[in-house]
């Protein structure tokens, strides 16, 4: 139904900055919500920032103004530009995405994960 294919992490330094992108195709009416989440190793899976079909975002606590969510409607994608990273923001990160399909059904579909590791 609806997949996503994420692209941009990598290994950064202390301070850095990284920007990951997420597309999303499938045959969905609309996109409802659209979200990065995170997880480090031997930790659960967290919110990192979200944003809504209303233009509603939020974001985690620890982001505390460093990152940035944006979608682009027209093309489908959703970017998380991240600044100011530090070694605790290692981890993987996952697109989200909820949709709504021709079934008038809601959808949640997760990408397959992006690395980011920041560390000197």
């Known amino acids: 139904q609806v997949q996503l294919v994420e692209s941009g992490g990598g290994l950064v330094q202390p301070g850095g900055s990284l920007t990951l992108s997420c597309a999303a195709s499938?045959?969905?009416?609309?996109?409802?919500?659209m979200a990065w989440y995170r997880q480090a190793l031997g930790e659960e899976r967290e919110l990192v920032a979200r944003?809504?079909?209303?233009?509603?975002?939020d974001y985690a606590d620890f982001v505390n103004g460093r990152f940035t969510i944006a979608t682009d409607s027209t093309k489908n994608t959703v970017t998380l530009h991240m600044n100011s990273l530090k070694p605790e923001d290692t981890a993987v990160y996952f697109c989200?995405?909820?949709?709504?399909?021709?079934?008038?059904?809601?959808?949640?579909?997760w990408g397959q994960g992006t690395q980011v590791s920041v560390s000197s």
């Open positions: 989200y995405v909820r949709a709504l399909i021709p079934t008038l059904k809601n959808v949640d579909a």
């Open positions: 944003t809504t079909i209303t233009g509603a975002t």
């Open positions: 499938g045959p969905f009416v609309r996109i409802l919500a």
